[in-house]
């Protein structure tokens, strides 16, 4: 409710889905050649197909999707906003027939932390009982997650209706274990980040926000209902009558037209309309309302609590608010200190959907023989070495690209970090490919310059 009527938080669940995924993170093959046994060569070409592989899936929406309306990026922004909205979100692992255009079976699907529950056979028959046991092997489910004797997850259960769905449908219960007997390879992924030991379901990133974010909105309409109500003229018909007549029909309600045409004829009616004048009786006179300004103090209470949602939410108020009114530094220790939160989901959204989706797919790849990994079945280590990858994500944003281009430039020039680095983590760009890009770009150029200024190039 709060996501989709208040602004604020809004604010905080989209600034993450655009900091964080914008408009994709973006797979780049990171082999260790080394294990692998291959040339610098070798290890090109082998990334530069896979990658071709790879977009070739994750760029189509009916190639990766299960419900054909997203493409991975598409499904990126959908997991981390569903994450953060409800604590915690699924992606099934389906498997369809391949096509002309689609030679691998893999497709995502999506899963609402709704739809994972505990089935109400399992406990006490109550359907939204939240603990129970599979009968079958004795497992305990907590809300929905199954888990072993040893308290490790090994299934999820999926209803197949949302809760209090209407109109009514029977609801089947689903039980998916989280890894195939054979292959190991993951049949659902859970996108969540614990808080406490034992945690098997995830807490809305609003959780300790939802108090004062209500609280807020509610104040906010009640400032901006006094503002409208204020903005209205209300008017007194001061008369002599006497004071023992019952007054009637002494109060017009005008009309919203606003036409000449609607006002009023009755001699006991008084309106207000567009360019009118308005005959009193003798002893009557008309006397207005004065409209106050709400609560001057609103602006003050309101940033004072941004401020407060902010260190909850660790973003601080110029990125919650989009106001950078301060200094050059404080705007930049904003910026930077909001890096490190939207870095660290990052980092989880990769490790708990990215990666294990790349894996899967390079899996089927080889399985099918579209991309050739030798020993990819037979050692782990050999397997862990041909699914490297490294992810690209939209850059830090930068207040002043000078000063940030020549820190970039101490850095390298003392080994302190690599072009490669800084070309990932503050341009979502890769150096290599750069680097490639402008040898083409100065070939053209040194073809089209005069040969008296080609030495100059």
């Known amino acids: 409710m709060l996501t989709m009527s208040t602004p604020l938080a809004a604010s905080a669940i989209n600034t993450n889905r ?24 070798q290890a090109i070409k082998w990334q530069k197909k896979t990658e071709a592989e790879w977009e070739m899936w994750a760029k189509k929406k009916r190639s990766c999707d299960a419900l054909g309306l997203n493409n991975f990026y598409g499904l990126q922004q959908l997991a981390i906003k569903a994450w953060l909205t409800s604590g915690d979100v699924f992606a099934l692992f389906k ?4 096509t002309k255009m689609n030679p691998y079976t893999l497709r995502i699907h999506m899963i609402e932390a709704d739809r994972v529950a505990t089935p109400c056979d399992a406990g006490t028959g109550i359907s939204s009982n939240t603990l129970g046991k599979n009968t079958k092997n004795g497992n305990r489910i907590f809300d929905g997650v199954e888990v072993d004797k040893n308290n490790q997850v090994v299934a999820y259960h999926i209803r197949s209706t949302y809760p209090d769905q209407l109109p009514t449908e029977k609801t089947e219960w689903y039980r998916i274990p989280t890894v195939g007997e054979e292959t190991e390879l993951p049949n659902i992924l859970h996108i969540m980040d614990a808080e406490r030991p034992d945690q098997y379901r995830g807490v809305t990133y609003l959780a300790q926000a939802i108090e004062p974010l209500l609280q807020l909105r509610r104040y906010t ?22 004071s023992n007549m019952i007054p009637m029909n002494e109060v017009g309600g005008g009309d919203d037209s606003g036409s000449l045409e609607d006002i009023s004829e009755s001699e006991n009616e008084y309106e207000l309309g567009p360019g009118t004048v308005i005959h009193l009786k003798e002893g009557e006179k008309i006397e ?52 490190e939160a939207f ?42 070495a041909w ?12 207040l002043d690209p000078v000063k940030e281009a020549t820190a970039n430039k101490i850095l390298v020039t003392n080994g302190w970090k690599t072009n490669e680095q800084v ?35």
């Open 343 to 384: 870095k660290m989901r990052r980092s989880w959204l990769v490790d708990d959907f990215c990666q294990p989706t790349y894996e899967t797919w390079l899996a089927e790849a080889v399985a099918i023989g579209r991309i050739k990994a030798p020993g990819f079945w037979n050692d782990p280590l050999i397997r862990e």
């Open 95 to 98: 498997r369809y027939e391949p």
């Open 18 to 41: 655009t900091k964080v995924v914008g408009t994709g993170l973006h797979m780049r093959c990171a082999i260790n050649r080394e294990i692998l046994g291959l040339s610098e060569e």
């Open 221 to 242: 309409e009640a400032q901006l209902m006094a503002a409208i109500i204020q903005s209205f003229y209300t008017a007194w018909i001061v008369t002599e009558a006497p």
């Open 387 to 398: 699914c490297g990858a490294h992810w690209y994500g939209p850059a830090q944003t930068h």
């Open 288 to 339: 207005f309302g004065n409209p106050n300004i709400p609560t001057s103090g609103f602006d003050v209470f309101f940033k004072e609590m941004c401020k407060q949602l902010g260190c909850g939410l660790e973003m601080p108020y110029d990125i919650l608010v989009k106001e950078f009114n301060s200094s050059y530094s404080s705007a930049k220790g904003a910026l930077e200190e909001a890096w």
């Open 423 to 457: 070309a990932r983590e503050h341009y979502d760009s890769s150096f290599n490919e750069n680097v490639e890009e402008l040898k083409k770009e100065n070939q053209k150029l040194n073809a089209a310059m005069p040969k008296e200024e080609k030495g100059n190039v």
